[in-house]
């Protein structure tokens, strides 16, 4: 169970995000969605503590997030694209991060699965982008945090190597974990979330479940919701609030606070 | 010329005198349970051509001063002859005199003496040698004395201040001198020449003085060969002569503001040769002195090789060796009377394509850096900084400050020799 | 075992396969030995590798090190995401990066000054090189550091790196010519010995310079430096200097490492 509560950021100028509230069910997929340059990243990033909120607090399994970083015990992540040292052997990465984490759980099926053990020598300078993909993915489910951050985790992946991780999702899930991805196959994310939170400039414009979502725009796929929302954000006439005063209320199913939060 | 044949015949007679007095010559023996048990009473008995002959053990008597002629006092088990920090030791005062195998200590300080270990006084011909001098103001003191040779002494003095410390071997007004194997250390002076022409010093050692291990002033035609002076205060200084002859000696580790391995000021015509200046701040420094012939000398670890004023002229250097110096050659002016012709420089990175050892392209030895350090001392502090070895190369390629005049045109593919 | 070492083990193992650590100890060892090879004594190469040393290694150093920094900047995100302190994690990737360089130096210089022990190179002499050597990489390993976290665009920070290179190797000494030339008649030399120690690459030289070309030392000046850095108070002053030059820096990016948002 993660809760951020008014995050807000800025950098310079711009206002990245702007009292986002959010909470994260046990037991669940959140999809992040929302248009490029709407703060998905930033939001992942002052989960991790990678980046700092200005105002806002944050809290993971119930406990704070604390500058030492003890609380990321719990969060098991994967970032978008996989960078390690290319004169490293895949072996020392995966011992650098199991060596970071002592006294964990350890979780080796999706080493196993991706047969781990037969790249253990190999430089990551050799790899192709689908293999350090792999890598990428057994490292966020090495242990057995309470909350994973995948970052668009089937990019480059072919699709049996996919299917695995969507189905050690569904496994993760199913221990009653929380799972938050960002990806931007909205097919993908219909198969494997049962929540979405759509951010767009900063705020987070929705909240809820799919089904919820589906109902509330009448649409027939996540694609085409998320797709109304944006329509909606630019203030295309199919969703557009009446104006009062001149200033256009946000539409009435989008869920602003963290009282509309699952 | 004159003086010259003066000179023979007077040692003629004397050698001859001195063959028909050996034939009576007597030994005084001096020492407990001797025939005399003082030094002062066996010179007093003594005639010429006699041997006073000093048993081993300590004698503190009133100045010792030596009047016959001929006289021979010897030191058997090196008698200690104390000072006892009141009084001069020895004084030599008559012709013929030889003084050896004592050891003469302690005559104290005094500003208004100059005391000495052993002082030569309008004496000619002595000889003094194998004797041990330690700490006594001044240690040999020839004063007005003709043909005197001084060699194989050793002579220490611990610790004094310049002030109170007279020099090692001392020549006044003493001509004709050969000073050999001599070992002097912590004197003010290791050895001293003034007004005393046509001498020779070879073979000495001359260290840690506190001023110069050699100073020569108003002494021509003298001969300096195969001695070592090293870690003297300020190197070796020779100054106001004419045709002098420095070969085969090795000046080294002077170190500090005004230190030189060799000192040359107002030097009329003479001749450097196959000496090796090493580890001094400054090798070799030429003031006012014009003709020197400086050759096969070799520099090396230097602070400045050579610095060359520019009011010493004709001097030529040839067939030098120039190696590991910080800088090779600095004047103090852009104009250069002096010449370089033919010497090897580690620093010269010519070639030689008729293959006959000589550099086809000319050297130019004075770096631009050690001409802003001779303006702008504090600049030596940039020394082997990356903008230097800049400003060089550049001034290499395109000379405009550095003496145009001072190159040299042959220089040497390999070191001579 | 704790995250510094971890993070430094990864660093060491990386960097001591990549190839430019590789072609710079090569560079390093067959310049020195080429130099003994072609007739050069042991004060000879020393000076020869002084030079060098002055302009080389802060350079490696500097465009090296900002480089690696960026190349290193998504594994040290999937790092930060990790439950460990930044603090530690800063001292790792720093050790990581200067250890190599200062160790490749190490290597590619000692070597052959070991090889040709009794060709009369003074074992101060040497000493005071590798230290002057080391001391410069650990300088300029954490001064690039700083340089890439301060700045996101990668191209201007090899180009703040480079302009870095250029003042402290030549435009700084350019500038205390020009001072001693300018106010030569005033007594220069305790300022100019100060601005000695302000500048780390003058503090290297000053350093070896002490051990190597004593009786270059001369008049005034000379008497003032060898009476000043000649001691082992001055070597110390001089030694500290080059310390503070690591350890100022290092603090620098260390801060900005800790609070800055990645």
């Known amino acids: ?262 | 010329m004159r003086n010259a044949v003066m000179r023979r015949a007077v040692l003629t007679a004397l050698l001859s005198l001195a063959a028909a007095s050996t034939a009576r010559a007597t030994d005084l023996t001096v020492g407990p349970g001797a025939r005399f048990a003082t030094i002062t009473a066996a010179l007093a008995a003594a005639q010429p051509g006699d041997r006073v002959l000093v048993r081993a053990g300590t004698y503190r008597e009133a100045t010792l001063v030596v009047r016959t002629p001929r006289l021979t006092v010897q030191g058997d088990g090196w008698p200690v002859l104390d000072g006892q920090g009141a009084r001069e030791v020895l004084v030599i005062a008559a012709d013929d005199v030889t003084v050896r195998g004592l050891v003469l200590t302690n005559t104290g300080v005094s500003s208004l003496e100059d005391r000495a270990g052993i002082r030569a006084r309008d004496a000619r011909n002595c000889v003094i040698e194998r004797n041990r001098l330690r700490d006594n103001l001044w240690g040999i003191y020839l004063q007005r004395a003709t043909d005197c040779i001084v060699r194989d002494n050793d002579i220490v003095a611990h610790g004094a201040k310049q002030t109170e410390s007279g020099n090692g071997i001392h020549l006044w007004y003493s001509s004709g001198a050969r000073v050999e194997r001599n070992h002097i250390r912590g004197h003010r002076d290791g050895i001293y020449f003034e007004f005393s022409t046509l001498g020779v010093t070879r073979d000495n050692v001359s260290e840690q003085s506190q001023r110069y291990g050699m100073h020569f002033m108003f002494s021509d035609s003298c001969r300096y060969e195969r001695n070592i002076f090293r870690d003297n205060n300020s190197g070796v200084a020779v100054m106001y002569s004419r045709g002098v002859v420095i070969h085969d000696n090795r000046f080294e580790r002077s170190w500090g503001s005004a230190a030189y391995g060799l000192l040359l000021k107002d030097i009329m015509g003479g001749e450097i040769s196959d000496n090796v200046f090493s580890r001094n701040s400054t090798g070799l420094f030429v003031e006012g002195s014009s003709r020197l012939d400086v050759r096969g000398n070799e520099f090396t670890q230097n602070g400045w090789a050579a610095k060359v004023l520019a009011d010493a002229d004709q001097n030529r250097f040839t067939a030098n060796r120039f190696a590991g110096n910080a800088f090779d050659v600095t004047t103090n002016s852009s104009s250069a009377n002096s010449t370089f012709d033919g010497n090897w420089w580690d620093e010269y990175k010519g070639y030689d394509l008729n293959r006959d050892g000589v550099g086809d392209v000319a050297f130019h030895p004075v770096r631009l850096f050690a001409l802003v350090v001779e303006q702008h001392p504090a600049a030596l502090l940039l020394l082997r900084s990356p903008l230097v070895s800049i400003l060089d190369a550049a001034e290499r390629v395109l000379p405009v400050l550095t003496p145009e005049a001072l190159v040299d045109k042959h220089p040497l593919m390999r070191p001579p020799r | ?262």
Request: proline content about 4%; some cysteine.
């Open chain 3, 1 to 262: 075992m704790n995250v510094v070492a971890l993070v430094l083990n990864a660093g060491l193992r990386d960097l001591s396969r990549n190839r430019w650590i590789v072609a710079y100890t090569l560079c390093f060892f067959g310049i020195a030995e080429g130099l003994f090879w072609f007739g050069g004594t042991g004060p000879q190469v020393l000076l020869s590798l002084l030079n060098l040393v002055l302009l080389v290694l802060p350079l490696v150093a500097l465009v090296f090190g900002t480089i690696h920094v960026y190349a290193s900047r998504e594994f040290v995100e999937l790092l930060l995401a990790q439950p460990v302190p930044r603090r530690q994690l800063f001292a790792g990737l720093y050790l990581g990066l200067a250890l190599p360089l200062a160790g490749a130096f190490v290597v590619g210089a000692g070597i052959p000054f070991a090889v040709h022990a009794r060709q009369g190179a003074s074992l101060g002499g040497v000493a005071a090189l590798l230290t002057a050597g080391v001391g410069l990489s650990l300088a300029f390993a954490a001064i690039a550091t700083w340089i890439a976290l301060q700045t996101d665009d990668r191209l201007k920070g090899v180009g703040i790196a480079l302009a870095t290179w250029l003042a402290a190797t030549v435009v700084y000494d350019g500038l205390v010519l020009g001072a001693a030339a300018v106010f030569g008649d005033y007594p220069l030399e305790r300022p100019l010995l100060g601005l000695m120690l302000a500048n780390p690459v003058d503090v290297a030289r000053v350093l070896v310079l002490t051990q190597l070309d004593v009786s270059a030392l001369m008049g005034y000046t000379g008497a003032l430096f060898q009476h000043t850095f000649g001691t082992v108070l001055g070597t110390g002053v001089a030694a500290t200097a080059l310390v503070a030059w690591c350890v100022v820096p290092l603090g620098l990016a260390e801060r900005l490492f800790r609070r800055r948002d990645f």
């Open chain 1, 1 to 262: 169970m993660i809760t951020l509560q008014t995050i807000r950021k800025r950098f310079g100028a711009l206002d990245v995000l702007q009292d986002v509230s959010l909470a994260l069910r046990s037991s669940a997929v959140t999809a992040l969605v929302g248009p490029n340059g709407s703060g998905k990243t930033t939001l992942i990033k002052i989960v991790l503590g990678l980046t700092r909120a200005d105002q806002g607090t944050l809290h993971v399994g119930g406990q704070p997030a604390d500058e030492a970083g003890d609380y990321r015990r719990a969060i098991g992540y994967m970032p978008q694209a996989a960078h390690f040292p290319v004169n490293l052997r895949v072996g020392d990465v995966l011992d650098l991060v199991a060596q970071l984490r002592p006294g964990e759980t350890v979780d080796d099926d999706l080493a196993r699965a991706y047969d781990m053990a037969a790249l253990k020598d190999k430089f990551v300078g050799t790899l192709s982008g689908g293999t350090k993909q792999k890598v990428n993915a057994v490292i966020a489910f090495m242990f057995r945090p309470s909350l994973l951050i995948l970052d668009e985790p089937t990019a480059g992946l072919d699709p049996l190597s996919s299917n695995v991780l969507k189905e050690k999702v569904r496994a993760v899930r199913a221990e009653g974990r929380t799972v938050l991805v960002t990806s931007h196959i909205m097919t993908e994310l219909e198969s494997l979330a049962d929540d979405v939170a759509f951010l767009c400039d900063g705020r987070l414009r929705y909240a809820g479940s799919i089904a919820d979502l589906l109902r509330t725009t009448d649409e027939r796929s996540l694609e085409e919701a998320v797709a109304a929302l944006m329509r909606a954000e630019r203030a295309e006439p199919r969703y557009a609030a009446p104006e009062v005063d001149g200033v256009r209320e946000a539409p009435r199913w989008l869920v602003p606070g963290a009282e509309g939060a699952v």
